[in-house]
C-alpha cells in the first residue's frame, strides 16, 4: 500500500494533465474550425487566458445552494473517472484508483456529472438553461446504447469488465481492438459523435438557438470550473477510447498522437454538419449506431 | 402463549382498538396507532427466531407459522418501512376525515403481509394474502374520487391474481393431500408435466398482479397515485415485494427443479425487462408527480422480476438487494410528494415550482433519493444495478444488459423531471407562502434516504442477511465470491471497490463545492430566479418564464411508435366484449316476471314435446 500523500500527489499530477491536454485540444479545435471557415481565429492557448480570466474575476450575484452544488457534482464525474482509467500502458503512469472500479461502473459514474450540472443548471431558473437539459438528456439516452453494446461486446469477447483486463488483453494479443472487433469499434465511435456534442448533435448548447443552454447564468468561478470540468471530460473519454480500441498507449507523446486523431473525427464531422433537431439526433443513435451494436454483438458471441 | 401468536393479536387488537380510540381522543388514538406498529415489530425482531415453527390446527386445516430466513429479509422491508412510516402518517393524516378507517387499514396490512411472511401453509397464507388486498384496497378508494374507474380496476386485478392463486393451492392439494409449502416443493419434481406448467403459471399470475409484472400492470399507476401518499410509501415499497417473495419462491424452489424451467425463466426475465422499459417510457411521459413514481415503481420492479428469473446467485442477490434498496428510496419519494402535496395542495409538476428554498429538507432527501433511483455511484442504487448488469452479462442475456440499461438511462429523464418540477426552476409568487413541512414528516423521510447512502458504502451490512435468506433456499455462499463488506465483485473476478471510491467522490465534491462556496456566500447577494439574462433582456416581473409544460417533448416524439400501443386498450377491448356478452344475458334475465313465466312455459312445451317424440 502507497502512503496516502504519494496517491494524492499522483491524483494531483494527473488531473493538471488532463487539464493541460483538454484546454489545448480545445483551443486547437477552435484553430482548425477558424480555418476551416477561413477565419484566423484565436490562438492555440487562448482557452486558458479565458480560464485565468475566468477564475480571477469576482462573483456578485448566486441563485442559491443547488446552483454551487452543480459544477461541484460536474467535477466529481470528470476528475472521478479520470482516477478509473489508466494513463499508459502497464501501469506506467500513476496508476489512481484504477483497480478498483469496472466498465459498468464508469458508465455509470459518466452520467452523474450531466444530471449534476442539468440540477444546478435547474436553479438559476433560466428556461433556456431547462430546454438544454432535457434536450442534453434526451440524446445521452440516444448514444448510452450504441456505446454501451460496444461495450458489452467487449466484455463478451474478452470475458472481462474491468478496463485494465481490456487493455492486458490486447498487448497480451498484439492486436488492438480495433482490429479484433471492428463493429464494436465503429458503434463506440458513432456514439461519441453525440457525446463530445459537435454539430450536427451540439443542440445542447445549441448557440444563437438557446443562448449557451445549461451554461447561461455562469460566470467567473461557476464557468471557470465547468470549462475545467468539461477539458478534463473530454481527455478522459478520449484517453478511455485509446485504452479500449487502440491498445493504450506506451508513453506520453504517443498518447497525444492517438487521443488527437480520435478527436479529429467528431470535430471534424461537426464542421460540414448543420444542428439536428432533438428527436431526429435521437433516432440517429437508434439507426446505423444500433445495427453496428448488433453486429458487434453477435460477433463477439460467434468469435 | 407464543410470540407469533402475541404479534398478530396485537397488530389484530391494535387496528380495532386505534380506531374507537378516535372516538374519544386524537393524540390518544395516534399514540395507539404508532405502538401497535411499533411493539410488534420490536417483538419480532428481539423474540421470534428465523427456522423456528409452530403448529396449529384450525377447522380441520393443519396450519404451520414462523419465519424463514429467506422471510426475514422482507420481514425487515415490511416492519422498518411500516415502523417509519407510520410516524410519517400521524403528521400527514392531521386534520383529515377518516383518519380512524386509515389507521385500521395501515395497521392491518402490516400486519398481514407479516402474515404472509410467517405463513409456511397455504391456507393461512391465502388468508393474509386476502386480508392485505382487501385493506390495500379500501386504501386505494380512500379518497373517494375515481373509485369505479380505479378502485375497480385493482379489485378486479387483484381478484383475478387471488382465483388463480387459490386454484393453483386447490390443484396442489388435490395431488399432496397437504397445504404445507414444504410438501409441494419436494413433491413438485415428481408431478406430470402439465402441473409442471399449470402450478407455476396459477401461482406467478397471483404473485404478478401484485408486483405489477406487464401485462398484469394496468391497476398500478392509477391504485398507487388514489392513495394517500403515506399508505404508497408502504404500498410500493413494502406491498409490491410479497409479489416478488412468492415469485422467488416459485422461480427458485419450483421451476428450478424440473427440466423445462430453463425456457419458463426466460420468458419471466423478458417480461420483467419489458416491463422495465415500458414503464420508464411512460413515466417519462407522466405530469403528476404521483403517477410518475407509480410508472416508476413498476419499471424497478421490472428489474427486480428479471433478476428473479435469471436466478443465478449474483442476479438473486441483485434482485432482494434492489427490493430493500427500492422500499427506501421510493419510500423516501412518495412520501416528499406527500409532504409537497399537503404543504401545496397539489402535486402537478405543470402547477407548483421551485420549491428549493422553500422546502429544503424534502429537497435535500428526494435529492438522495432520486441519485440511488438513478443509480449513480456511491449511493446504494448502483449496487444493486451493477450487480444486475454483471450476473446478466455472465449468463450471456446480452440483449437484456441493453433493455435494462435503456431504461435506467431512461430513467434520469423522469428523475430529472422530478427534481426540477418540483424544486428548481422559476419560483412563482403562487407559493412564496409555502413552508417546509412538519419535522415528524421530514425526519423519516431523511432516514430512510440515509439508509440509501450507507448501503452505497457498506452493502455487506445488508447483503449478509440475504445471502442467509439464500443459502436457506438452496443457493451457495455468496460472501467472498460476489461480496465483502465493501467490496462487490462478478463471476469473472472484476470488482468494485466502493470505500475508497466513497471517499474519492466526496474529497472531490467538498473540495469544490467549498471552492464555489466559500466566498461567495459572504460576498454575493441572493438574486430571484426573475433576475436572468434571457437573450439580452432582464424579464419582468410580471413575464412567466416557467417551463413544465411538454417537458421531455422532443424525446416522447422519439419513441413515439413504442408507446402507441397501451396495453390498456386491450383490457379496455376485452371488457367491452365481456360486457357485450353479459349485455346478451340480460337480454334472457331481464328480470321481468313475465318474462319468466314464458320461459317456464316454453320449456313445459319443450318437454311435452320431447315427452311425445321420444317416450310417447
Given at each position: 500500500m502507497e502512503p496516502i500523500l504519494y496517491k494524492v500527489f499522483g491524483a494531483v499530477v494527473t488531473i493538471i494533465l488532463a487539464f493541460v491536454v483538454g484546454m489545448t485540444y480545445m483551443g486547437l479545435s477552435r484553430k482548425i474550425t477558424a480555418r476551416v471557415q477561413n477565419r484566423v481565429g484565436p490562438p492555440v492557448y487562448q482557452n486558458f487566458l479565458d480560464a485565468l480570466k475566468l477564475i480571477s474575476k469576482k462573483t456578485a450575484i448566486h441563485h442559491g445552494i443547488m446552483q454551487m452544488m452543480g459544477p461541484a457534482f460536474f467535477m466529481v464525474t470528470s476528475i472521478g473517472s479520470l482516477m478509473f482509467i489508466p494513463v499508459l500502458n502497464d501501469g506506467r503512469f500513476f496508476s489512481n484508483l484504477n483497480f478498483e472500479g469496472d466498465l459498468v461502473f464508469l458508465l455509470y459514474l459518466m452520467v452523474f456529472g450531466p444530471l449534476g450540472m442539468a440540477l444546478g443548471a435547474g436553479q438559476t431558473g433560466n428556461p433556456n438553461s431547462a430546454i438544454g437539459v432535457t434536450r442534453g438528456l434526451s440524446q445521452m439516452v440516444g448514444f448510452e446504447i450504441p456505446w454501451v453494446m460496444a461495450l458489452v461486446a467487449l466484455m463478451i469477447q474478452y470475458d472481462t469488465t474491468s478496463i485494465v483486463g481490456l487493455m492486458e488483453a490486447q498487448s497480451a494479443s498484439g492486436t488492438w481492438l480495433v482490429f479484433s472487433s471492428p463493429f464494436a469499434f465503429i458503434a463506440?465511435?458513432?456514439?461519441?459523435?453525440?457525446?463530445?456534442?459537435?454539430?450536427?448533435?451540439?443542440?445542447?448548447?445549441?448557440?444563437?438557438?438557446?443562448?449557451?443552454?445549461?451554461?447561461?447564468?455562469?460566470?467567473?468561478?461557476?464557468?471557470?470550473?465547468?470549462?475545467?470540468s468539461n477539458s478534463i471530460f473530454a481527455f478522459v473519454k478520449l484517453t478511455l477510447y485509446v485504452d479500449l480500441f487502440l491498445g493504450g498507449a506506451d508513453n506520453l507523446i504517443e498518447l497525444l498522437i492517438k487521443t488527437f486523431a480520435i478527436y479529429l473525427i467528431p470535430m471534424l464531422y461537426g464542421l460540414v454538419s448543420p444542428r439536428y433537431r432533438t428527436e431526429q439526433a435521437v433516432r440517429y443513435f437508434w439507426g446505423w449506431p444500433l445495427f453496428f451494436g448488433f453486429l458487434a454483438i453477435m460477433y463477439a458471441v460467434v468469435f | 402463549m407464543e410470540m407469533i401468536h402475541l404479534i398478530l393479536i396485537i397488530f389484530l387488537g391494535g387496528a380495532v382498538l386505534t380506531y374507537f380510540a378516535g372516538k374519544v381522543n386524537d393524540i390518544l388514538r395516534d399514540a395507539l396507532f404508532i405502538l401497535s406498529i411499533l411493539v410488534p415489530a420490536i417483538l419480532f425482531f428481539t423474540n421470534v427466531n428465523p427456522e423456528s415453527y409452530i403448529d396449529l390446527s384450525i377447522a380441520g386445516f393443519n396450519m404451520k407459522?414462523?419465519?424463514?430466513?429467506?422471510?426475514?429479509?422482507?420481514?425487515?422491508?415490511?416492519?422498518?418501512?411500516?415502523?417509519?412510516?407510520?410516524?410519517?402518517?400521524?403528521?400527514?393524516?392531521?386534520?383529515?376525515?377518516?383518519?380512524?378507517?386509515?389507521?385500521?387499514?395501515?395497521?392491518?396490512?402490516?400486519?398481514?403481509?407479516?402474515?404472509?411472511?410467517?405463513?409456511?401453509?397455504?391456507?393461512?397464507?391465502?388468508?393474509?394474502?386476502?386480508?392485505?388486498?382487501?385493506?390495500?384496497?379500501?386504501?386505494?378508494v380512500y379518497n373517494g374520487n375515481q373509485v369505479q374507474k380505479i378502485g375497480i380496476k385493482y379489485f378486479v386485478f387483484s381478484a383475478v391474481g387471488a382465483y388463480a392463486m387459490l386454484m393453483a393451492i386447490v390443484i396442489t392439494h388435490s395431488i399432496t393431500g397437504s397445504f404445507l409449502i414444504t410438501d409441494l416443493i419436494a413433491v413438485f419434481p415428481q408431478l406430470s408435466n402439465q402441473m409442471h406448467i399449470l402450478i407455476p403459471i396459477l401461482f406467478l399470475i397471483g404473485f404478478g398482479v401484485k408486483s405489477a409484472m406487464m401485462p398484469l400492470h394496468v391497476w398500478a399507476p392509477g391504485a398507487y397515485s388514489n392513495t394517500p401518499m403515506a399508505y404508497t410509501s408502504v404500498f410500493s415499497g413494502a406491498l409490491s415485494k410479497m409479489g416478488v417473495y412468492g415469485m422467488v419462491l416459485i422461480m427458485i424452489t419450483l421451476i428450478s427443479h424440473i427440466p423445462e424451467g430453463h425456457w419458463f425463466r426466460e420468458v419471466i426475465a423478458w417480461m420483467g425487462a419489458f416491463t422495465a422499459v415500458l414503464g420508464t417510457l411512460w413515466a417519462v411521459a407522466q405530469d403528476d408527480a404521483k403517477k410518475l413514481l407509480a410508472y416508476s415503481s413498476v419499471a424497478q420492479l421490472g428489474y427486480i422480476i428479471t433478476g428473479v428469473a435469471i436466478g443465478t446467485e449474483l442476479a438473486m442477490l441483485s434482485a432482494l438487494f434492489l427490493s430493500i434498496l427500492h422500499a427506501l428510496f421510493k419510500g423516501t419519494l412518495f412520501m416528499a410528494v406527500g409532504a409537497i402535496e399537503k404543504q401545496t395542495g397539489t402535486s402537478n409538476f405543470t402547477e407548483v415550482s421551485g420549491l428549493i428554498r422553500k422546502m429544503p429538507w424534502t429537497f435535500l432527501a428526494s435529492l438522495m433519493a432520486i441519485i440511488a433511483l438513478a443509480g449513480i455511484p456511491p449511493l446504494g442504487g448502483f449496487v444493486g444495478k451493477w450487480m444486475l448488469y454483471e450476473s446478466l452479462i455472465n449468463s450471456n442475456h446480452y440483449i437484456l444488459v441493453i433493455m435494462i440499461f435503456f431504461s435506467s438511462t431512461a430513467a434520469f429523464l423522469y428523475c430529472y423531471k422530478f427534481l426540477f418540477g418540483f424544486f428548481l426552476g422559476q419560483e412563482e409568487k403562487e407559493w412564496a407562502h409555502v413552508k417546509e413541512a412538519p419535522a415528524l414528516m421530514v425526519v423519516p423521510m431523511i432516514i430512510l434516504a440515509a439508509g440509501t447512502f450507507i448501503l452505497g458504502a457498506y452493502p455487506g451490512l445488508i447483503l449478509s442477511p440475504i445471502d442467509a435468506g439464500m443459502q436457506a433456499i438452496g443457493f451457495e455462499a455468496t460472501q467472498g465470491h460476489y461480496w465483502e463488506m465493501s467490496v462487490i465483485l462478478n463471476q469473472w473476478g472484476d470488482q468494485v471497490v466502493l470505500q475508497p471510491i466513497v471517499y474519492a467522490i466526496f474529497a472531490i465534491f467538498l473540495f469544490f463545492f467549498l471552492f464555489l462556496f466559500f466566498k461567495s456566500r459572504k460576498n454575493t447577494r441572493y438574486v430571484t430566479t426573475k433576475d436572468i439574462s434571457s437573450s439580452g433582456e432582464v424579464p419582468l416581473e410580471h413575464e412567466n418564464l416557467t417551463f413544465s409544460q411538454n417537458f421531455f417533448q422532443p424525446f416522447l416524439r422519439a419513441v413515439e411508435p413504442v408507446m402507441r400501443r397501451q396495453i390498456d386498450k386491450y383490457y379496455n377491448e376485452f371488457g367491452r366484449g365481456l360486457e357485450a356478452i353479459f349485455d346478451f344475458g340480460r337480454r334472457i334475465y331481464t328480470g321481468n316476471g313475465q318474462t319468466y313465466a314464458i320461459y317456464v312455459i316454453i320449456f313445459v312445451i319443450i318437454l311435452l314435446f320431447f315427452k311425445n317424440n321420444l317416450f310417447g
Amino acid at each position: 500500500m502507497e502512503p496516502i500523500l504519494y496517491k494524492v500527489f499522483g491524483a494531483v499530477v494527473t488531473i493538471i494533465l488532463a487539464f493541460v491536454v483538454g484546454m489545448t485540444y480545445m483551443g486547437l479545435s477552435r484553430k482548425i474550425t477558424a480555418r476551416v471557415q477561413n477565419r484566423v481565429g484565436p490562438p492555440v492557448y487562448q482557452n486558458f487566458l479565458d480560464a485565468l480570466k475566468l477564475i480571477s474575476k469576482k462573483t456578485a450575484i448566486h441563485h442559491g445552494i443547488m446552483q454551487m452544488m452543480g459544477p461541484a457534482f460536474f467535477m466529481v464525474t470528470s476528475i472521478g473517472s479520470l482516477m478509473f482509467i489508466p494513463v499508459l500502458n502497464d501501469g506506467r503512469f500513476f496508476s489512481n484508483l484504477n483497480f478498483e472500479g469496472d466498465l459498468v461502473f464508469l458508465l455509470y459514474l459518466m452520467v452523474f456529472g450531466p444530471l449534476g450540472m442539468a440540477l444546478g443548471a435547474g436553479q438559476t431558473g433560466n428556461p433556456n438553461s431547462a430546454i438544454g437539459v432535457t434536450r442534453g438528456l434526451s440524446q445521452m439516452v440516444g448514444f448510452e446504447i450504441p456505446w454501451v453494446m460496444a461495450l458489452v461486446a467487449l466484455m463478451i469477447q474478452y470475458d472481462t469488465t474491468s478496463i485494465v483486463g481490456l487493455m492486458e488483453a490486447q498487448s497480451a494479443s498484439g492486436t488492438w481492438l480495433v482490429f479484433s472487433s471492428p463493429f464494436a469499434f465503429i458503434a463506440a465511435v458513432l456514439a461519441m459523435l453525440g457525446m463530445f456534442r459537435y454539430s450536427p448533435f451540439d443542440i445542447v448548447g445549441a448557440p444563437t438557438e438557446l443562448a449557451s443552454g445549461p451554461v447561461a447564468e455562469n460566470g467567473g468561478k461557476y464557468l471557470f470550473t465547468m470549462m475545467s470540468s468539461n477539458s478534463i471530460f473530454a481527455f478522459v473519454k478520449l484517453t478511455l477510447y485509446v485504452d479500449l480500441f487502440l491498445g493504450g498507449a506506451d508513453n506520453l507523446i504517443e498518447l497525444l498522437i492517438k487521443t488527437f486523431a480520435i478527436y479529429l473525427i467528431p470535430m471534424l464531422y461537426g464542421l460540414v454538419s448543420p444542428r439536428y433537431r432533438t428527436e431526429q439526433a435521437v433516432r440517429y443513435f437508434w439507426g446505423w449506431p444500433l445495427f453496428f451494436g448488433f453486429l458487434a454483438i453477435m460477433y463477439a458471441v460467434v468469435f | 402463549m407464543e410470540m407469533i401468536h402475541l404479534i398478530l393479536i396485537i397488530f389484530l387488537g391494535g387496528a380495532v382498538l386505534t380506531y374507537f380510540a378516535g372516538k374519544v381522543n386524537d393524540i390518544l388514538r395516534d399514540a395507539l396507532f404508532i405502538l401497535s406498529i411499533l411493539v410488534p415489530a420490536i417483538l419480532f425482531f428481539t423474540n421470534v427466531n428465523p427456522e423456528s415453527y409452530i403448529d396449529l390446527s384450525i377447522a380441520g386445516f393443519n396450519m404451520k407459522w414462523g419465519i424463514t430466513h429467506f422471510g426475514w429479509i422482507f420481514s425487515l422491508i415490511v416492519l422498518g418501512l411500516g415502523v417509519i412510516v407510520s410516524f410519517y402518517a400521524v403528521s400527514f393524516m392531521k386534520g383529515r376525515d377518516k383518519v380512524g378507517s386509515f389507521y385500521f387499514n395501515f395497521i392491518l396490512s402490516i400486519g398481514a403481509m407479516l402474515g404472509i411472511l410467517l405463513s409456511q401453509d397455504f391456507v393461512s397464507f391465502f388468508i393474509f394474502w386476502e386480508i392485505m388486498t382487501w385493506s390495500s384496497y379500501l386504501m386505494v378508494v380512500y379518497n373517494g374520487n375515481q373509485v369505479q374507474k380505479i378502485g375497480i380496476k385493482y379489485f378486479v386485478f387483484s381478484a383475478v391474481g387471488a382465483y388463480a392463486m387459490l386454484m393453483a393451492i386447490v390443484i396442489t392439494h388435490s395431488i399432496t393431500g397437504s397445504f404445507l409449502i414444504t410438501d409441494l416443493i419436494a413433491v413438485f419434481p415428481q408431478l406430470s408435466n402439465q402441473m409442471h406448467i399449470l402450478i407455476p403459471i396459477l401461482f406467478l399470475i397471483g404473485f404478478g398482479v401484485k408486483s405489477a409484472m406487464m401485462p398484469l400492470h394496468v391497476w398500478a399507476p392509477g391504485a398507487y397515485s388514489n392513495t394517500p401518499m403515506a399508505y404508497t410509501s408502504v404500498f410500493s415499497g413494502a406491498l409490491s415485494k410479497m409479489g416478488v417473495y412468492g415469485m422467488v419462491l416459485i422461480m427458485i424452489t419450483l421451476i428450478s427443479h424440473i427440466p423445462e424451467g430453463h425456457w419458463f425463466r426466460e420468458v419471466i426475465a423478458w417480461m420483467g425487462a419489458f416491463t422495465a422499459v415500458l414503464g420508464t417510457l411512460w413515466a417519462v411521459a407522466q405530469d403528476d408527480a404521483k403517477k410518475l413514481l407509480a410508472y416508476s415503481s413498476v419499471a424497478q420492479l421490472g428489474y427486480i422480476i428479471t433478476g428473479v428469473a435469471i436466478g443465478t446467485e449474483l442476479a438473486m442477490l441483485s434482485a432482494l438487494f434492489l427490493s430493500i434498496l427500492h422500499a427506501l428510496f421510493k419510500g423516501t419519494l412518495f412520501m416528499a410528494v406527500g409532504a409537497i402535496e399537503k404543504q401545496t395542495g397539489t402535486s402537478n409538476f405543470t402547477e407548483v415550482s421551485g420549491l428549493i428554498r422553500k422546502m429544503p429538507w424534502t429537497f435535500l432527501a428526494s435529492l438522495m433519493a432520486i441519485i440511488a433511483l438513478a443509480g449513480i455511484p456511491p449511493l446504494g442504487g448502483f449496487v444493486g444495478k451493477w450487480m444486475l448488469y454483471e450476473s446478466l452479462i455472465n449468463s450471456n442475456h446480452y440483449i437484456l444488459v441493453i433493455m435494462i440499461f435503456f431504461s435506467s438511462t431512461a430513467a434520469f429523464l423522469y428523475c430529472y423531471k422530478f427534481l426540477f418540477g418540483f424544486f428548481l426552476g422559476q419560483e412563482e409568487k403562487e407559493w412564496a407562502h409555502v413552508k417546509e413541512a412538519p419535522a415528524l414528516m421530514v425526519v423519516p423521510m431523511i432516514i430512510l434516504a440515509a439508509g440509501t447512502f450507507i448501503l452505497g458504502a457498506y452493502p455487506g451490512l445488508i447483503l449478509s442477511p440475504i445471502d442467509a435468506g439464500m443459502q436457506a433456499i438452496g443457493f451457495e455462499a455468496t460472501q467472498g465470491h460476489y461480496w465483502e463488506m465493501s467490496v462487490i465483485l462478478n463471476q469473472w473476478g472484476d470488482q468494485v471497490v466502493l470505500q475508497p471510491i466513497v471517499y474519492a467522490i466526496f474529497a472531490i465534491f467538498l473540495f469544490f463545492f467549498l471552492f464555489l462556496f466559500f466566498k461567495s456566500r459572504k460576498n454575493t447577494r441572493y438574486v430571484t430566479t426573475k433576475d436572468i439574462s434571457s437573450s439580452g433582456e432582464v424579464p419582468l416581473e410580471h413575464e412567466n418564464l416557467t417551463f413544465s409544460q411538454n417537458f421531455f417533448q422532443p424525446f416522447l416524439r422519439a419513441v413515439e411508435p413504442v408507446m402507441r400501443r397501451q396495453i390498456d386498450k386491450y383490457y379496455n377491448e376485452f371488457g367491452r366484449g365481456l360486457e357485450a356478452i353479459f349485455d346478451f344475458g340480460r337480454r334472457i334475465y331481464t328480470g321481468n316476471g313475465q318474462t319468466y313465466a314464458i320461459y317456464v312455459i316454453i320449456f313445459v312445451i319443450i318437454l311435452l314435446f320431447f315427452k311425445n317424440n321420444l317416450f310417447g
